[in-house]
């Protein structure tokens, strides 16, 4: 049960939303520019990211709907998302996206754990300045993402196939869609 | 000097607004939602909060950017702002915002922390779900704007007088002020 009253019929971060519509809309907005807008990361990577984040902060909601997602837009390969958890320079990705994922890994414990060496590697292998901008607000926003859901002791579906087909409605419609569709109920 | 290319007259997370505007807005959004709309903890009560984590995460621009902004609402009460920072349990503060802190204080290391009792120690103090919501998402959003500050090695101005002079601006004028005031820069 959560820590505080809330709609039942919604998990995770959703019920929280309709709990509180103002600050909803930001944190959607939020999502939506940094993880479902077109940019030169690919959609698949940004959400590898924010699975990675959310993974090493062991919030169950918010790692398996991102791995749903991120499955989602890699045409259906869990298992890439699970290597990615599991030992992420091991994985078949790039190595632009190691580089970036070793520091959203650092940002996740303090973003003071970013160092030259950190940012000299995501160059060497192409990475921009926005690129580098948006894996540490990604990584941070996640590590805000993460207490939130936890903190107010919201439930999850154990279910893979429900995060799998919400994964196509926000994978396909976007973050902007969840208040859309939570405004008409 | 920042890892990436920013403007150099922008310390703290203004450089970053100014570099990513797409981000800048709701990220101003949620903190003028969260610390700056009228609601039944005092602006000075949320400012506090926002400062005592933002000092767990042992971030200086936030830590003295909100612990101005927390004194501003004090009537210049900056002490008070200290004893919050060094021990809370023994300030000069509400039970409740004393309880309150608690939450907060468990949120900065992990939402997993936070425990029934937690949450029963502030309803016995008044708390509403409605404040439980509002300082797990600000202990949350500061772990989030904290690391970004830090994860990207922005600049601080090390003189309190401008954190003073510009907490009197925010105070006055709100979080979307901000925004307002780089884009006629």
């Known amino acids: 049960m959560a820590h ?5 019929g919604l998990p995770g971060i959703r019920g929280l939303f309709a709990f509180r ?9 939020l999502a939506q520019v940094l993880l479902h ?7 698949a990577e940004r959400e590898l990211i924010a699975t990675y984040v959310s993974s090493r902060n062991d919030c169950y909601y918010c ?9 989602y837009h890699l045409g259906g390969d869990e298992q890439l998302v699970l290597d990615v958890k599991r030992d992420f320079e091991s994985a078949a990705i790039s190595e632009k ?5 070793a520091i959203a890994g650092k940002v996740q414990h303090s973003g003071k754990d970013v160092g030259p060496d950190d940012i000299a590697r995501a160059r060497g292998h192409g990475a ?18 993460n207490r939130y859901v936890d903190g ?14 919400r994964a196509a409605q926000v994978g ?11 405004a008409t109920r």
């Not at 600050?23 to 907005?29: G, V």
């Not at 921009?128 to 993402?145: G, S």
């Not at 107010?152 to 799998?164: K, M, V």
């Not at 396909?172 to 939570?182: D, E, T």
């Open 128 to 145: 921009t300045d926005l690129e580098i901008h948006d894996t540490v607000l990604i990584a941070a926003a996640f590590c805000m993402y």
């Open 97 to 101: 996206l190691k580089a970036l994922l």
């Open 172 to 182: 396909a419609n976007g973050y902007l869609a969840i208040l859309a569709a939570q």
């Open 21 to 29: 519509p103002e600050t909803a809309r930001p944190l959607s907005e």
């Open 4 to 8: 505080i009253q809330l709609s039942e």
């Open 37 to 43: 807008t077109p940019g030169t990361l690919a959609m």
């Open 63 to 71: 790692q398996t709907s991102h791995g749903a997602l991120a499955a």
């Open 152 to 165: 107010l002791g919201t439930w999850a579906p154990s279910d893979l196939e429900s995060y799998r087909q």
